[in-house]
């Protein structure tokens, strides 16, 4: 057998004759024969076949792929192929298919189809600006942007494809079980919180799987801890061998020191600064800013549980002493109500 073969299939053309087409002809009908370069369409772009040998391996290559290779173009480092499972013509390069695995779109998108239809969904389209999403219309009705991966691990039952309208709604319905009402995405920025709104007007974030069981009080009308005054508090606690810091909040700082702490009665503590926020809830918030505040800026400052033991009955929101001008400038910025700021 020769090392070479020619791009397309169809009988010889006879010595001194014009080439014959690379495309067979119609059925009952006549081969056509015409000159090459060929010009015409493949999926709206403009190509020009050639003829001309190809190498076996190049063809045994297309065909490990799923594919034939048709013709040469006048592109030496391109060829048009045509996919079997479903018949598409496409241009690719030959390295394409000599060394990797080409892929057919039309197929791809047929997979994707069928796929969406397994979970109600209608594939619309393509994301012009993203090649890895589509756009679909889900079973509830409603027009989003996804993953394919995404819709396929739904289809094979990895994951929900999930409409975030609806989720909304869903969240609308069981805040309003409750006295309260849906206003949107938090102010604080905490992932699976939303904020809403009181009956009485105050308007709070609160964590969606509390307000899912109506765990919540509101921190301007409620009776709980959130709605009651509190304080920000820095204690120092002098450690064998070594002092340290604790940030917190409370509506008790003494108490919180002395009895909630578990520190030994013969462990020097005291407390150095404290800053009154009007509710429980507010505490929380501020505390956690600051602590956040020294996670990104100075966490060389931030003690681990292993360096103090059970000597505080807490496992975070200790620091070293040389943090102490830092929180205290942090207790600064939140009595004065500005931005913590970075240093």
Known sequence: MS???YAFRGPRAQPGSAPLSPFPPASGGSPFTASFPISCLVDTT???LRAGPLPDALHEAATRAGFDIISRLTDRTRLLIRCRPCGTLLVKRRSVIRDHSPECPACIQIRRAAAASRIGAILIGSDPDHRHYGVFRLACGHIVRRQYYRIERAADGG???GCELCREERYEAIARGHDWRLIGPPKSGRTGYRSYRHSCG???D???GNMRWGDVDCAACGESWTSKPSQLYLFRVDLDPSAVLKLGYSSDPARRLR???GIARDTPSRILRT???PTGHEAVIREKAAHAYMRRHHPEM???KSVYGDAINTRTEIYRLAAEPILRRLLDCIAADLPLSSP
């Open 3 to 5: 090392s070479f073969a």
């Open 46 to 48: 403009r190509v020009t």
């Open 159 to 161: 994951c929900s494809a």
């Open 202 to 204: 105050h308007l709070q």
């Open 206 to 208: 609160v964590s969606v």
């Open 259 to 261: 009895q909630q702490l």
């Open 275 to 277: 800053v009154s926020v």
């Open 302 to 304: 931030i003690l681990p």
